[in-house]
């Protein structure tokens, strides 16, 4: 496994995203352009298909295809450095629905990958990371049970990424069928100095809807704390990718879907943009 240059490797090879405070990172990069990200290819599992949803909704799913760990390959071979995984009957049932699927996709690539959806308690953080996921992503529990995220942050370094899926700022849970009063900031907040590898906010009314990133908002969660952003929902186009990475805010990738089925945007060129300084 190679270390990407947007964040620190520990000695195993894996993301250590030890990101230095916003201000000096920003300042730093902005010497020589915009720093390197990250392009994460999504897998979202739904009934054992790779489907994309329509703003999270399971009743507007469209399939992509039967063989999810075929799909991860061909991401692979494009040449993704990261797999981003999503288990969506899991995020809606609490608790892991599309394990065989994720089990097949990591015995048949090499490259690093997370997975959320359903992640809910200790024993399920342990079970995965030792399947050999390099990170989990907690969403619900990050809301319900903060102490839970911490605890495990603490206990696998690098490791737990926190899922935060924001409809009109306000955080969304359970499948995002629920929308608590939590904005996306504050829950953020509650995890500064937690060890938590990175922050995935997906801004809800732009995921599946090819209209562009939530850009500003993805730029201010990231200036407000120093944990890594990756940024999710609405990626349509290369541009999309170079207003990301030009947004002012130090971000550590993007998650690319429907675009990257739809043929919208060649994996292989939004990589290397994304890698490019
Ligand atoms: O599309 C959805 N309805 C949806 C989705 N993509 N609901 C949840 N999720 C993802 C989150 C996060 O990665 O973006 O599931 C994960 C959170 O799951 P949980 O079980 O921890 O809340």
């Known amino acids: ?12 090879g894996h993301a250590g995203f030890a990101k230095p405070r916003p201000g000096r990172y920003v300042q730093a990069t902005l010497v020589n352009g915009a720093a390197a990200m990250i392009l994460y290819p999504a897998i979202d599992l739904k009934d054992g298909a790779c489907v994309r949803l329509y703003k999270g909704d399971m009743d507007k799913a ?7 760990a075929a799909q991860a390959r061909s991401f692979v071979d494009a040449g993704c450095e990261w797999l981003h995984l999503v288990d969506l009957n899991g995020a809606f049932a609490g608790k892991p629905v599309n394990a065989a699927a994720v ?30 996921l390099a990170r989990v992503i907690l969403g619900t529990v990050a809301v319900r ?9 603490k206990a ?19 499948g995002w069928a629920e929308t608590t009063d939590i904005t996306a900031t504050d829950l953020a907040r509650q995890f500064e100095d937690a060890g938590v590898a990175a922050i995935i906010y997906t801004d809800i009314d732009r995921d599946g809807a090819m ?3 939530n850009v500003a908002a993805t730029a201010a969660l990231a200036n407000a704390v120093s944990i890594p952003v990756i940024a999710s929902g609405g ?6 990718l170079r207003a990301l990475k030009n947004s002012g805010a130090a971000l550590d990738g993007a998650i690319s879907g429907r675009a990257l089925y739809d043929g919208k945007i060649d994996l292989a060129e939004a990589v290397a943009l994304l890698k490019s300084q």
């Open 1 to 12: 496994m190679r270390c990407h240059s947007a964040v620190n490797c520990d000695v195993t």
């Open 62 to 68: 469209t399939v992509f295809g039967e063989d999810p």
């Open 103 to 132: 089990e097949a996709i990591l015995a048949a690539t090499n490259v690093h990958a997370q997975l959320g959806g359903g992640i809910r308690d200790m024993a399920t953080i342990e079970a995965w990371l030792d399947r050999g």
């Open 145 to 153: 049970d903060p102490a839970l995220v911490k605890q495990a942050a």
């Open 156 to 174: 696998f370094p690098g490791k737990v990424a926190v899922g935060i899926d924001a409809r009109d700022g306000m955080v969304a849970v359970e």
């Open 211 to 213: 209209q562009g990133p």
């Open 235 to 240: 990626v349509s186009s290369l541009d999309d």
